[in-house]
Structure formats: structure tokens, C-alpha cells
């Protein structure tokens, strides 16, 4: 069963960092493309980045690009999604994905962005 | 980007009916290279992550009771739900992963009547 399992999350002034982690079980975790996607609270869905199985190809949605970036290593089964000049409009539930398709998904991580 | 329309935002069914939730995208994505539509659909329950029902336009993911169904090629598409039981109560999602960005439909509310 692949289980993936989402940290990093918490409150963070405007302009801060933080860093999210993924860690994957369950999976041929280098055979995959993983993604991150978020949630703002009451909102749809936003996907807001991915990355190939080889880390060779990196996709951001344009409002985080130049701010956030994806990362992975393969030897640990692990994702990362480094978050820099974070906004209070990034507040949202982060979710890693498996998939170009997001086939599985976490259960989320609370990112709360605010003075 | 492909943006993803959904209808109706809201619905009402009662239970053993039959719901539909239709999904829109604003360019085709049926690929020519495989003559598959990267159209995927998804579930989500209050405080729950989201789960695939449907992937492939209308291949339904291992485990999704067979009452899940989707259909619908280039830029129309339905999700159905033959007979509506009360754990199907949540919001459902359209998804195209034909190209980066990935985009989502705004989500249709699933209720019982």
C-alpha cells in the first residue's frame, strides 16, 4: 500500500520559509513522478508543483514560481518543496501526490502564513 | 493553461438515484500520440485528502465500487454515479494532467435530497 506522509507544515510570518517533506513507502518511489498540491481553507484544489522520476523536469504553477522549489532524492524516497517570501495567500494544506496523475495522495500538511 | 469547468457547482440526489456531474476543459485533452484523454476524477470528503475515483477519462482505479463511472472524450466530459449512497456524500473534482500546469474544475457539492 503506498502511504505518503507529508511534515514540515506550520505558521509562518509574510516573507518567511519553510520546507515541506514527503516521505514515501509502499512505491518504487524513483518509477514516479511526485507533485505537491494545496488547498487554501474552504478553497478547490491547486496544484503547485511536480517534479520527474529522475529530477531531471520541475512544473511550478506561476504564482509560486521563483518562490517555491521542488526537489527530491530518490535514495531516501523523499520530496521536499522548499518555500521561500512566503504570502499570506499561500495559507493552505499542502498535499504530495504520486503521479503525473496524482494516483495517491497524503494526508496534508497545514501551512498558515500570517503576522 | 487548460482551465476546467465543472457542472453544476451544487447537487441534490436522492438516495438509489442517479447523479451526474459534467466537466468541461477549454482545449481538448485527448492526446493523439497514446488516444488517450488525460482527464482524471476525483472524490474528496470533509477532512479528508482527496482520492482518484477515475483516471484515463473513464478507468476506474482499483477498489472504486463499480457505481463510479466516467465517460467522455476531448473536452466533455461526465462523471455518474448510477445509484447515490450516503457515503458518497463529498465534493468531486475534475482534473486534466495533460500538460503542466495541472489544473482542477472547481469542484461540484454532492448532497442528498
Known amino acids: 500500500e503506498v502511504q505518503l506522509v507529508e511534515s514540515g507544515g506550520g505558521l509562518v510570518q509574510p516573507g518567511g520559509s519553510l520546507r515541506l517533506s514527503c516521505a514515501a513507502s509502499g512505491m518504487t518511489f524513483s518509477d514516479h513522478w511526485m507533485s505537491w498540491v494545496r488547498q487554501a481553507p474552504g478553497k478547490g484544489l491547486e496544484w503547485v508543483a511536480n517534479?520527474?522520476?529522475?529530477?531531471?523536469?520541475?512544473y511550478y504553477v506561476d504564482s509560486v514560481k521563483g518562490r517555491f522549489t521542488i526537489s527530491r532524492d530518490n535514495a531516501k524516497n523523499s520530496v521536499v518543496l522548499q518555500m521561500n517570501s512566503l504570502r499570506v495567500d499561500d495559507t493552505a494544506v499542502y498535499y504530495c501526490?504520486?503521479?503525473?496523475?496524482?494516483?495517491?495522495w497524503g494526508q496534508g500538511t497545514l501551512v498558515t502564513v500570517s503576522s | 493553461d487548460i482551465v476546467m469547468t465543472q457542472s453544476p457547482d451544487s447537487l441534490a440526489v436522492s438516495l438509489g438515484e442517479r447523479a451526474t456531474i459534467n466537466c468541461k476543459s477549454s482545449q481538448s485533452v485527448l492526446s493523439s500520440s497514446n488516444n488517450q484523454n488525460y482527464l482524471a476524477w476525483f472524490q474528496q470528503k470533509p477532512g479528508q485528502p482527496p482520492k482518484m475515483l477515475i483516471y484515463w477519462a473513464s478507468t476506474r482505479k482499483s477498489g472504486v465500487p463499480d457505481r463510479f463511472s466516467g465517460s467522455g472524450s476531448g473536452t466533455d466530459f461526465t462523471l455518474t454515479i448510477s445509484s447515490l449512497q450516503a457515503e458518497d456524500v463529498a465534493v468531486y473534482y475534475c482534473q486534466q494532467y495533460y500538460g503542466a500546469p495541472i489544473t482542477f474544475g472547481q469542484g461540484t457539492r454532492l448532497e442528498i435530497k
Open positions: 501526490a504520486r503521479g503525473f496523475g496524482l494516483d495517491d
Open positions: 517534479i520527474k522520476n529522475d529530477g531531471s523536469e520541475k
